[in-house]
């Protein structure tokens, strides 16, 4: 099957752990993306990746830290700076070039902080 | 980026049609309209993307105002499963970030 994967499902840490967030996806995407989602709130972008090796911040990087060191791989951390991580986190990707593409999302992760 | 405004929620009867609208004032030339749909704790799904013209696909329909500054998306027959939030966002041709506003929380009802 293709797609893409985040593991776990559901996390928890202690506050002041940083904490990394798996995304992995075997659809030979270019792009991959990084969203948070606070309850009855929309998806905000954290960061992004249009390549290998390459990455921008979205509108609320602070506190989170990436790497893109292979094209399928896309791991996030959730650093001790950031100050209220608990939230649902997801991995999107996408074909790269032109905006006739659309974005595929994985089953998020769901962050608690303790 | 163009941004969207969408009404906060909305409900429709079971087997009717679910018009959302979505406004997009600012849309510049080169902006695509894209839809997607989040169900409850999941990622969200994609339905259908347009640039000027309408389009159609097995999931729903999308309507573009001519002048490009409003669209509907059009679900012909609403079941109790298409309840979701549904989001509109315009993206341009070279921009490869995709922002989401706060949607439309759609319910169908029996």
């Known amino acids: 099957d293709g797609g893409i994967t985040q593991s776990p499902k559901y996390l928890f840490r202690k506050e002041g752990q940083n904490v990394t967030l798996s995304c992995e996806q075997n659809?030979?995407?270019?792009?991959m993306y990084w969203y948070r989602q606070d309850p009855g709130q929309g998806l905000r972008l954290i960061y992004y990746?249009?390549?290998?090796?390459?990455?921008q911040k979205g509108d609320i990087a602070e506190g989170y830290s990436v790497s893109r060191e292979k094209k399928e791989s896309f791991p996030l951390t959730v650093t001790s700076a950031q100050k209220n991580p608990t939230a649902f986190y997801l991995c999107?990707?996408?074909?790269?070039?032109?905006?006739?593409?659309?974005?595929?999302f994985g089953p998020g992760t769901r962050l608690t902080v303790l | 980026d163009a941004k969207t405004t969408q009404p906060p929620s909305m409900d429709c009867a079971e087997g009717r049609a679910a018009n959302l609208p979505c406004n997009h004032s600012?849309?510049?030339?080169?902006?695509?309209v894209y839809w997607y749909r989040q169900i409850h704790s999941q990622g969200p799904q994609y339905i259908i993307h347009?640039?000027?013209n309408n389009e159609t696909n097995e999931m729903a329909s999308l309507i573009i105002t001519e002048d490009r500054k409003s669209s509907t998306l059009i679900l012909p027959h609403a079941t109790l499963r298409d309840t979701a939030v549904y989001y509109c966002?315009?993206?341009?041709?070279?921009?490869?970030?995709?922002?989401f506003g706060a949607g439309t929380r759609l319910t169908v009802k029996p």
């Open positions: 999107a990707s996408r074909p790269g070039g032109g905006a006739g593409n659309e974005q595929f």
């Open positions: 659809l030979n995407h270019d792009a």
């Open positions: 990746s249009q390549i290998v090796n390459d990455f």
């Open positions: 600012t849309i510049s030339g080169n902006e695509y």
């Open positions: 347009g640039l000027k």
């Open positions: 966002i315009v993206r341009g041709y070279n921009n490869n970030d995709m922002r």
